[in-house]
Each structure stands twice: as C-alpha cells, then as structure tokens.
C-alpha cells in the first residue's frame, strides 16, 4: 500500500533546487563560520526580496532556535513576550525562549480563529503594573502567521497588533515558520508583511517548505541584530560550514522558488478542503494555507489510516491533515476517496 502523507509539511523531502544549491556550493574550501562568500551574498538576496537596505539574516538549524534568538535579542530577562495562547513559542518549544533569555516569561493572549485579537491585546497590557519590578514587563509581541492551527493574519491585523505594541514600546517579533504559505495567501510582499507593518525581526522558516537544514533570524532591528551576533554563537548556531545552509536560503528566495513550493501546499490543500467540505465534516480551523483540523469522527479516522492515510490523530475524531510542497493531485484525489468510503461504512 502507498501510503499518503499528511502527517507535517516536516515529513516531505528536499526540493531538488535546494540539492542542487548544496552541491554546487560544495567546491574547493572557503573560511568557516559565515565569514564566507555564499553567506555575504545571503545578506544581499535577504536585502533585496525584503527591501530593506539594512536587513541582516542569520542561519540557524531550527525554527526553535529562530524564535528563541529573535525573541531574547529584543527582550530583556525581566520582560515578558505575549502572543496567542496557542502559539508554539508558548506551547512547543519547551520553554526555549525563557531558557535562553534568561528567565523572560510568556504570556498567551486570547483572540478568535487562533490569532490575537487587539481588543485582548489592549486588555494584557491595561493589566500590567508598568514599571514595578515585582511584574515582568511586556517587551515584545510575537505574532504566529501562519498560525499553528493553518490560519493567517492579514497585513492590516499585523499592523494594529504592532501599532499597539509600539504605543507601548515594544517590538514585534513574527513566528514566520510558514511565512511563505502566508505570503501566497495574502499575495503580498515580504516587506509588506514584515517591516512595512511594523515587524523588527522575523523567524524565517525554510525547512518546512523544502530546505533542506536551515531556518534563519532576518532582523530589521539593528541593536537586535548586534545582540545576535553573540547570541547565536553562545547558543551554538554559527555553524562552521554555514556556507551550506545559505545556500540553501539563497535558492530558496532565489525565482520565487518559496512562494512556489507554498504554492503547491496551499493550492493542494485547497482541493483538498473543497473536496471535504461537501461530505458534511465539521473543519475545525479554516485552512488559510496547507492545514486543516477536520473531525471525522473516530471510527472513520480509524478507517482512513486503515486505508493508508498518514495523519495527526488529534483525538475525540479529530485529525490534522497537512499538505506540503510536495502533495499532488493524485494525493489528494485518493485522499477524498478513501475519506467518502471511511465516511459511508
Ligand atoms: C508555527 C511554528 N513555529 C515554530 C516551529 C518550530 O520549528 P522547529 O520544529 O524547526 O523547531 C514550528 C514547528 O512545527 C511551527 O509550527
């Protein structure tokens, strides 16, 4: 039985461009620890796709790490990062940002659809007792987009939050794990969705979409962006052939090449979504880009990954089915079939 993959967009493979990136940057020898030629040129694609002459980008191995990096660099250990009580900073990451921040703290703020209402933004920070030192002090707003449960905030939403944020003197951080799949959806550009809307430092996800080993911090901040030069080597993420994971970012901004994987994710998952909807399933998220919580009850999940469906068995009949850039047509048509058949036994 072939099996369909729906588990994470982490379970695809390595889009044949980013091989092809590694190979070609693995001739002859160059000096390590991103002192090398391929990184500098990073620097320029990053500038560039992002419009912002000053942008800075570093290579790290994991969206954790991206996040955790970002968020201390623009927090100080007695501060506090907010964000949506679902986020995985908040969730996820074991903790990485207070561990690495020396004892920052998070804190989850309510909002519809997975994603920060101002309304409960303004409320967080009316509560806070500014300036006492008994109180962490809220020092950034971390904004997940796409969100954890595959919904989007658009550039206007992002704009207020930071706006709000920055009424209170505080950064903006965005969790950009699936920054590309948001892009495609919204049909902006990144500056539109990051700087331009009052972001200072984004995590800026790869692998998920095709890389092969590398995320990466993009900064607009630039004392955030000093602050990472040590902080990225104190955490151990100046990789001493980071040569091979830029040039896994280059080609990956290089032609739209991101936009195009997410492309793919997005456009399958909805043919996918359409072709649920009318089985009568109740969508527990409303899939913005390439995931989707659906519940099919119990025994009918059972049957689908009978049939060689993979998936997050989220219980009480609820699954997670993500597409990637990989899923195709094909995939997604047997996937309908097999859900109509599980669905009528
Ligand atoms: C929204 C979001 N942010 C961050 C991460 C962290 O990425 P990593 O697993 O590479 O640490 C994930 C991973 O699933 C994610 O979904």
């Not at 561990?99 to 804190?107: E, N, S, T, Y």
């Not at 962490?136 to 939403?157: C, E, K």
Request: charged share 20%.
């Amino acid at each position: 039985m072939t099996h369909i993959e729906f588990r994470s967009d982490n379970a695809a493979g390595v889009a044949p461009e980013i091989v092809q990136a590694v190979a070609d940057a693995n001739v002859g020898s160059v000096i390590a620890y991103g002192d090398d030629p391929v990184t500098a040129q990073l620097h320029d694609v990053v500038r560039e796709v992002f419009e912002h002459d000053t942008a800075r980008v570093f290579p790290v191995t994991s969206g954790t790490a991206a996040n955790a990096l970002a968020l201390t660099a623009l927090c100080p250990p007695w501060g506090a990062v907010l964000c949506h009580e679902t986020a995985h900073i908040l969730n996820s990451e074991g903790g990485a940002t207070s561990m690495l921040g020396g004892g920052a703290v998070m804190r989850g703020v309510g909002g519809d659809d997975f994603r920060m209402h101002p309304d409960e933004l303004r409320a967080a920070l009316d509560g806070i007792r500014w300036g006492d030192p008994h109180h962490s002090q809220p020092a950034v707003i971390s904004i997940t987009s796409p969100t954890d449960m595959g919904t989007i905030y658009s550039v206007d939403d992002i704009a207020e939050l930071a706006a709000i944020g920055a009424e209170a003197g505080m950064a903006t951080h965005l969790d950009g794990a699936r920054i590309a799949n948001a892009l495609v959806a919204l049909g902006c550009t990144p500056a539109e969705m990051t700087w331009k809307a009052g972001v200072d430092a984004v995590s800026l996800g790869c692998t998920k979409n095709g890389a092969l080993s590398s995320e990466a911090i993009v900064v607009f901040d630039d004392a955030a962006g000093d602050e990472l030069v040590y902080r990225t080597k104190r955490s151990g993420h100046v990789t001493s052939k980071m040569r091979f994971q830029s040039a896994q970012v280059i080609a990956y901004l290089t032609d739209d090449l991101w936009l195009r994987l997410a492309g793919n994710s997005n456009a399958r998952m909805k043919r996918l979504a359409a072709g649920l909807e009318p089985l009568g399933v109740r969508f527990v998220n409303r899939p913005d880009v390439n995931m989707l919580f659906v519940d099919v009850g119990e025994a009918a999940a059972a049957a689908m990954a009978e049939a060689g469906m993979l998936f997050y068995d989220m219980g009480g009949g609820v699954i997670r089915l993500v597409t990637s850039w990989q899923t195709t047509d094909d995939d997604i048509d047997r996937a309908l079939d097999i859900t109509a058949a599980a669905l009528a036994s």
